[in-house]
């Protein structure tokens, strides 16, 4: 591999700053510049730079060639009992699954609980963002995910690629204290942070990859080639097992398409089955609380200094507090695609 391509560190607001001239340029409203900001930034605070600003170029790239809707407006297709099921028009992720979401919170705060699904939406970027609004609003929600459009990892026995990195969420809010979330590709290594290891010029840890041959390897552009690579499951036939989950209740179920054939457009579509439950409407609050609190002291209570034990949605709080104070580092290759995405819709500098 090349040596690493040098990081400079920019702080989030001057990122957001970046984020909203070239959505705003691009044509988003100020509300949708603002949303794909934040959301991109806070991806970048916690850590998953595989979520973070470097989709810049993906989502220019796809709004100039019609594959994503600006300013799309999320469309209600069913709404009856517990279900409302939304249809994002391949409108901006960060727009649609926000508003599907809010959708969701308020038939949940009334009935107690809301299956939403959201279908044909653009990339809707880091399925815990989902999981946090909902604990906000006090709401334990699982989210099963599906993505159509290049495949990128190969079914547990294969060697080609043939489904997205299909992500599974969970978000579990707790008083007093952060929300548990475990959020993660069912893929070992998100398609995200192997275009990051490219960008960096670095390896990619074994048992991820399989090159276009069907061989393991550890060089991320072995994803990228023509034919392509494939990344493996995680957890072997148990990855597996969930992502064809996500696949099937993610879109299937809802009325949203599957990855069931080579890619057809440009974009990156995402649908998402999201079950959301209030603890207080169910009466078991107190008991969550109570129940939740002694487990993790449980199965914290070998942690040293040396050997931490943590809860899911740990690491990316820590990195957070460590990036806001000190900013976020981005490579140089990251950089430069940035401006060029600002470029193309007539942003001349990253100022
Ligand atoms: P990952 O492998 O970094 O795993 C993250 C999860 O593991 C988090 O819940 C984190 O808190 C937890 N975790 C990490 N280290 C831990 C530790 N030591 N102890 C306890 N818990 C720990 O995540 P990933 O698979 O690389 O996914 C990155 C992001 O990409 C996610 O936010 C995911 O939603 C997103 N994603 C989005 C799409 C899409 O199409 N929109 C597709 C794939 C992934």
């Known amino acids: 591999m090349s040596s690493a391509s040098a990081a400079m560190i920019v702080p989030p607001d001057r990122l957001r700053d970046i984020v909203v001239t070239i959505f705003s340029a691009a044509g988003s409203t100020d509300r949708e510049a603002r949303l794909v900001a934040d959301h991109l930034v806070e991806a970048n605070l916690r850590g998953h730079d595989s979520h973070g600003v470097g989709m810049i170029p993906a989502y220019i790239a796809n709004a100039l060639d019609g594959s994503l809707v600006l300013n799309q407006t999320l469309s209600i297709a069913v709404d009856s009992g517990p279900f409302v099921i939304c249809d994002g028009g391949s409108g901006v992720g960060q727009v649609m699954a926000r508003d599907a979401m809010e959708a969701g919170i308020e038939r949940a705060?009334?009935?107690?609980?809301?299956?939403?699904?959201?279908?044909?939406?653009?990339?809707?970027?880091?399925?815990?963002?989902?999981?946090?609004?909902?604990?906000?609003?006090?709401?334990?929600?699982?989210?099963?995910?599906?993505?159509?459009?290049?495949?990128?990892?190969?079914?547990?026995?294969?060697?080609?690629?043939?489904?997205?990195?299909?992500?599974?969420?969970?978000?579990?809010?707790?008083?007093?204290?952060?929300?548990?979330?475990?959020?993660?590709?069912t893929s070992r290594l998100a398609a995200g942070k192997v275009q990051v290891a490219l960008n960096k010029g670095v390896s990619i840890p074994e048992g991820a990859l399989l090159d276009?041959?069907?061989?393991?390897?550890?060089?991320?552009?072995?994803?990228?080639?023509?034919?392509?690579?494939a990344l493996v499951p995680f957890g072997e036939h148990k990855g597996w097992g969930l992502s064809v989950a996500c696949e099937l209740l993610g879109a299937a179920l809802i009325g949203g398409k599957t990855q069931s054939g080579p890619k057809r457009g440009n974009g990156i579509i995402n649908s998402m089955l999201s079950i959301l439950v209030s603890p207080d409407r169910l009466g078991t609050r107190a008991s969550l609380d109570d129940e939740t609190n002694a487990f993790v002291s449980w199965v914290r209570s070998e942690a040293t200094r040396a050997s931490a034990i943590l809860m899911p949605g740990d690491p990316e709080r820590e990195t957070r507090q460590w990036r806001k104070a000190h900013g976020i580092p981005i490579d140089a290759r990251t950089w430069d695609e940035i401006g060029a995405a600002a470029k193309s819709v007539g942003v001349p500098r990253l100022d």
Do not use: M
């Open 109 to 185: 705060a009334q009935t107690g609980a809301c299956i939403v699904g959201l279908r044909n939406s653009h990339h809707i970027g880091r399925i815990g963002h989902w999981a946090e609004q909902c604990a906000t609003a006090g709401l334990i929600s699982i989210h099963f995910v599906n993505v159509v459009s290049t495949p990128a990892v190969a079914p547990f026995g294969g060697t080609k690629a043939r489904v997205g990195t299909n992500p599974f969420a969970v978000g579990i809010p707790r008083a007093g204290k952060p929300p548990i979330v475990v959020d993660f590709a």
């Open 212 to 229: 276009a041959g069907g061989h393991p390897t550890t060089d991320p552009s072995d994803l990228f080639t023509d034919p392509p690579g």
